[in-house]
């Protein structure tokens, strides 16, 4: 099972972004995760369309937008316009949600869900045979640096469970909040296989390193194949 790290340039220094995205991919971040927050959903506010279009002209890996907004709706085409491989919106915020992922797939973006801490598992019932991955929150969308949810760990392996009864046994679980060198290997034993990290990335003197150390405690934690089969 292949691990994808996708550091959260949440915590870096917003006036160096450039250098900030070139060390993680020296690191061997897979992917770019970009958190979108409008001060309405989550009690923050951070960056939008522009930024994502410019991380876009000088990032080689794939970004990762997580939409913590309350209208997602709105905005889904002007970010995948702008660059954004993969967009997840929140349960939490979308009636029609089953319209919503259609419309991320149709702009050929990855589609994603995700799940505040509070939020069951069965809110995807009807939906985990149509997603791409689904993120699972392990704080509560807002802010970078907070300490992990224990419990979170059971809700990655009900996710798990619930994509593989829909039949998407290729959809990947992303998992997002205080994913560290002391977490990181009881939520990859757990099935995550994407893993954002902010503050162990980004709050350390060496983006790079801490990258590639993060991505080696992760791939030594992953489950074989043949040991999930
Ligand atoms: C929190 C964001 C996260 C955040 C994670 O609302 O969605 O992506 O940057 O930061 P850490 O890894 O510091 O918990
Ligand atoms: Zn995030």
């Given at each position: 099972m292949s691990i994808r790290i996708a550091p959260s340039i949440?915590?870096?220094d917003f006036a160096a972004l450039g250098n900030a995205v070139a060390a993680v991919e020296r690191g061997g971040a897979d992917l770019i995760h970009v958190d979108v927050m409008?001060?309405?959903?989550?009690p923050n506010i951070t960056i939008g369309v522009p930024v994502v279009r410019s991380l876009k002209r000088i990032a080689t890996v794939p970004l990762d937008v997580h939409l913590m907004i309350t209208d997602p709706d709105r905005y889904i085409e002007a970010f995948a316009e702008a660059g954004a491989s993969m967009i997840s919106v929140h349960v939490?915020?979308?009636?029609h949600l089953h319209r919503t992922i259609q419309a991320i797939k149709a702009l050929k973006a990855k589609a994603g869900v995700v799940l505040n801490p509070?939020?069951?598992?069965?809110?995807l019932e009807q939906i985990a045979g149509d997603v791409d991955f689904v993120l699972v929150m392990s704080?509560?969308?807002?802010?970078?640096g907070q300490s992990f949810i224990p419990r979170s760990e059971l809700k990655v392996r009900e996710v798990r469970a619930l994509l593989d009864r829909a039949g998407n046994t290729a959809a990947p679980i992303e998992i997002d909040g205080g994913i560290d060198q002391k977490t990181v290997a009881r939520v990859v034993s757990a099935g995550a296989q994407i893993l954002v990290a902010g503050n162990a990335i980004f709050g350390t003197a060496d983006a790079e390193r801490a990258t590639r150390d993060l991505k080696a405690a992760a791939n030594a934690a992953a489950p074989t194949t043949a040991a999930r089969a």
């Open positions: 949440l915590s870096a409008d001060g309405h959903f989550v939490e915020v979308l009636p509070s939020t069951p598992v069965v809110a704080v509560n969308p807002g802010f970078g």
